[in-house]
């Protein structure tokens, strides 16, 4: 369950965080008066580490790349807990089952000891019927 919530939050943040880059860069785009390819590319991740017009980039690559892995670890995350066998329902406790009451209105059910072993793979596990008889 900690697992699914932390790929939750990775997801959800990287998405927040690409959209959010996405916008601003949607918004800055008709200010920009010169650009190299795509201009919403152009303006989130900028010409080049030395250009001389960075004032017509918002250089916001890092931020996106972080976002951008985030959301991708986050969605890794999920499938492998979404996808993994449940290996370990044997190993968890039985259910503690009721004493049977006596005089309380209750429903009167048999005991079972904890230290029964359990039924075998190739062995007849017994009806109600034939239990109460």
Do not use: H
């Not at 997801?11 to 795509?38: Q, R």
């Not at 807990?81 to 259910?95: D, L, V």
């Amino acid at each position: 369950m900690k697992k699914i919530i932390i790929g939750s939050v990775l997801t959800l943040a990287g998405t927040w965080i690409v959209g959010c880059i996405f916008i601003a860069a949607v918004l800055f785009v008709p200010n920009m008066s010169s650009w190299d390819g795509t201009r919403v590319w152009y303006a989130i991740f900028g010409g080049g580490p030395y250009e001389a017009d960075l004032k017509q980039s918002m250089a916001l690559g890092l931020p996106f790349a972080i976002g951008v892995l985030m959301f991708a670890a986050g969605i890794v995350i999920l499938a492998i807990e979404f996808f993994r066998p449940e290996s370990n329902r044997e190993r968890m406790p039985a259910p503690v089952r009721p004493v049977a009451s006596e005089g309380n209105g209750g429903p009167k059910l048999p005991s079972f000891p904890a230290d029964q072993p359990r039924a075998k793979e190739n062995e007849d596990i017994p009806t109600m019927k034939e239990v109460q008889s």
